[in-house]
T-cell receptor
Framework: RKEVEQDPGPFNVPEGATVAFNCTYS??????FFWYRQDCRKEPKLLMS???SGNEDGRFTAQLNRASQYISLLIRDSKLSDSATYLC???????????????FGGGTRLMVKP | GAGVSQSPRYKVAKRGQDVALRCDPI?????LFWYQQALGQGPEFLTY????????KSGLPSDRFFAERPEGSVSTLKIQRTQQEDSAVYLC?????????FGQGTRLTVV
């Protein structure tokens, strides 16, 4: 079983739709969580950190459920430009300076259609 | 430059050839990571440096893979006697705090 698991998709949604992705992680000691976005043939870029209390950034909402060991990403009012692969990332420690590597899920592909 | 820079962007190697991939991290970033990303997969950890010290190399798939960061800045990932299964995008990331920033990667194709 992989440490971080995601549904690979693709999720095909029309513009304006609301779409949600989940990600599960196996290490209950994990401390910090992120969503990265990766466009085709580009590098991953940080979309948002995920906090215990949940957090929102514009159309994007991230939530953490420690009891069930999953994190989620909700995208409202989808835009064509949201089409990308969304990578769930887990770190066993607070901050990468602790020396622990980021563990990536396999990514969920989103395609927003006109 | 302001970001993580990797070179070359693309590399085609004949099977058995040695290759060297370079990463220029963001200036002042202490932590440097190498990841391997196969087509349609998420990045897989290879190795980690804190300054010049290689603190974790548990992800290197074989002893053909070697990484160094002798002066705590630029890092090189070397792959000896390349095999077809080494074909992937090799991503470098650097960090000073809690967020890692990635370079655009080197796409290695072994033929």
């Amino acid at each position: 079983r992989k440490e971080v698991e995601q549904d690979p998709g693709p999720f095909n949604v029309p513009e304006g739709a609301t779409v949600a992705f989940n990600c599960t992680y196996s290490n209950s000691a994990s401390q910090s969580f992120f969503w990265y976005r990766q466009d085709c043939r580009k590098e991953p870029k940080l979309l948002m950190s995920v906090y215990s209390s949940g957090n929102e950034d514009g159309r994007f909402t991230a939530q953490l459920n420690r009891a069930s060991q999953y994190i989620s990403l909700l995208i409202r009012d989808s835009k064509l430009s949201d089409s990308a692969t969304y990578l769930c990332v887990v770190n066993p420690e607070e901050g990468v300076l602790a020396g622990n590597m980021l563990t990536f899920g396999g990514g969920t592909r989103l395609m927003v259609k006109p | 430059g302001a970001g993580v820079s990797q070179s070359p962007r693309y590399k085609v190697a004949k099977r058995g050839q040695d290759v060297a991939l370079r990463c220029d991290p963001i200036s002042g970033h202490v932590s440097l990571f190498w990841y391997q990303q196969a087509l349609g997969q998420g990045p897989e950890f290879l190795t980690y440096f804190q300054n010049e010290a290689q603190l974790d190399k548990s992800g290197l798939p074989s002893d053909r893979f070697f990484a160094e960061r002798p002066e705590g800045s630029v890092s090189t990932l070397k792959i000896q006697r390349t095999q077809q299964e080494d074909s992937a995008v090799y991503l470098c990331a650097s960090s000073l705090g809690s967020i890692a920033f990635f370079g655009q990667g080197t796409r290695l194709t072994v033929v």
